[in-house]
């Protein structure tokens, strides 16, 4: 968008089928998720140890069903998936701090570049279920204090709430507040959408402005010459020599990251989706539920509605690590399932799943998608020159690469429009060095492969 406005033709290829004309699993994660996307300024976030006391992270080593964050059989690991978990593990706590801080200053960019947006654009943000303000909610009253103290750092802390707080201002968690499963809450800025509802809006709104979208169009390679110059792309939509090219392509990006220095880097882990009925007294304001010690530790329950406009909460929550393959295992796939029930069965007791609705897309029971993830947390920014002609080559378009936006790929993306807007007009972006790939040695050069218990 931000491309098409500063006046550049836009084409636009996706190996993907228009979104809402097919199954959840073909799709990759914006669309293969449901509909329901929340800004905060902690959004996308650092997952790396950041305490100085705090010892070797090992939630991607551990199983879902043990409450960590595997969600492959530890024999079918690779080695490259191996060395992508030490790299994780071996971020210290002083550089996770540094990294943690300037993803926090691109969400800050990002959330400036949201409020920008809905007033000069505010009929992309009709009918979308625009929710502001987000009530964080804490069962351990530790993380609570530690979680006020952080977003009191960050300048995200619009007030505190306590369980009675909690009861009175929104009457759909009174019995979990009363039963005594909330600590406490904190107010934070931000605000929640129907994505996809979004989405919708956007890709007509590109289309207004000559925006031309290829579905089912993969690109299935890039060709590089002898030396490693990029001299083209394997699409059935023809890219022209002098385009520029920006890639973003979730976590099955391996065909068009391969020669950049982003290869290897994005690794998957799968999030979780389920929607309750959001019944009298209805939920007014979006949460985010944080459960420490539970097997889905983590929910964004969003207010939203489904496709014939009746009101829902929908839910996503839970971390599976998938690596480079596309298939969890079912076991802990199952726990990731059963542990966002048991969440909405704690904060919404007697909560039944909605009616079927006209739009298919709505009627699951559960689904998930896969967030493209890096082992450092921070995002992946690379650009290199294409080359043109084969007698005299000289330098054509950018190749711009994207993405590995873990929890926040939504929350960050009017940053990254800005970042790619600055390459192609030649200028500086902070996320130009920030998230450069090679900020922080990779993994596979860095690493041997490991055995599998954890490291010392
Ligand atoms: C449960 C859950 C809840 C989440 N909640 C939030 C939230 O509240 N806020 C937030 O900011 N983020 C959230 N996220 C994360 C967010 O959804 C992701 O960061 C984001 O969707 C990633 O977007 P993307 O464009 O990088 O990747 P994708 O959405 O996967 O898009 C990549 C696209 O590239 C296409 N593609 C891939 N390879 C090729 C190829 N070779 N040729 C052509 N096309 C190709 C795919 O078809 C796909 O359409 C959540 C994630 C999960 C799992």
Not at 65 to 92: K, M, N, Y
Not at 236 to 261: D, M, N, Q, Y
Not at 382 to 410: D, K
Request: hydrophobic fraction near 40%; charged fraction near 20%; glycine fraction near 10%.
């Amino acid at each position: 968008m931000y491309l098409a406005d500063a006046g550049y033709r836009l084409t636009l290829v996706d190996r993907s089928p228009a979104p809402g004309t097919a199954q959840w699993w073909t799709y990759g994660c914006t669309h293969g998720g449901d509909d329901a996307r929340m800004f905060t300024f902690t959004e996308m976030d650092g997952y790396n140890n950041t305490d100085f006391h705090g010892g070797v992270p090992t939630w991607f080593r551990r199983p879902v069903t043990d409450c960590g964050w595997l969600a492959r059989e530890p024999w079918s690991l690779t080695p490259q998936e191996h060395a992508w978990i030490q790299a994780f593990e071996s971020v210290p706590s002083w550089l996770a701090r540094a990294y943690t801080a300037d993803v926090f200053a691109l969400s800050a960019e990002a959330g400036r570049e949201w409020s920008a947006l809905r007033a000069r654009l505010p009929h992309l943000f009709e009918d979308v279920v625009l929710t502001d303000g987000i009530l964080r909610v804490y069962t351990d009253p530790d993380h609570l204090r530690a979680a006020t103290a952080r977003h009191r750092s960050i300048g995200a802390l619009l007030g505190e709430v306590t369980p009675a707080d909690i009861a009175r201002d929104h009457p759909a968690l009174a019995r979990a507040a009363g039963a005594g499963a909330l600590a406490g809450g904190v107010l934070v800025p931000g605000f929640t959408l129907n994505v996809h509802r979004f989405t919708e809006r956007l890709v007509a709104h590109l289309v207004d402005r000559g925006a031309r979208f290829h579905w089912r169009t993969p690109v299935t390679g890039v060709r590089r010459d002898a030396h490693g110059a990029l001299v083209g792309f394997d699409c059935a939509v023809p890219v022209p020599e002098h385009a520029h090219v920006i890639a973003s392509p979730g976590v099955a990006g391996a065909a068009l990251l391969r020669g950049t220095p982003c290869e290897g880097r994005v690794h998957g882990v799968l999030g979780g989706w389920m929607r309750v009925d959001n019944r009298d007294p209805a939920l007014r304001t979006s949460l985010k539920v944080a459960r420490r010690g539970h097997v889905t530790e983590d929910a964004n329950i969003t207010v939203a509605r489904d496709g014939d406009g009746r009101s829902v909460l929908i839910v996503g929550s839970g971390y599976g690590y998938i690596g480079t393959s596309d298939s969890p295992d079912e076991r802990q796939l199952a726990a990731i399932r059963a542990g966002i029930a048991n969440t909405i069965s704690q904060l919404f007791p007697g909560s039944a799943a909605p009616a079927p609705s006209s739009r298919t897309h709505d009627n699951y029971a559960f689904k998930y998608c896969v967030r493209p993830w890096t082992a450092t947390s921070l995002g992946l920014y690379h650009v290199e020159p294409r080359q043109m002609g084969r007698t005299a080559p000289h330098q054509g378009g950018l190749f711009i690469v994207t993405g590995g936006h873990n929890t926040g790929g939504f929350a960050q993306s009017p940053a990254i429009g800005r970042a790619v807007l600055a390459s192609v007009c030649g200028t500086s972006h902070p996320m130009h060095t920030l998230y450069h790939p090679e900020r922080h040695p990779a993994p596979a050069a860095r690493f041997a492969p490991l055995s599998l218990s954890s490291p010392a």
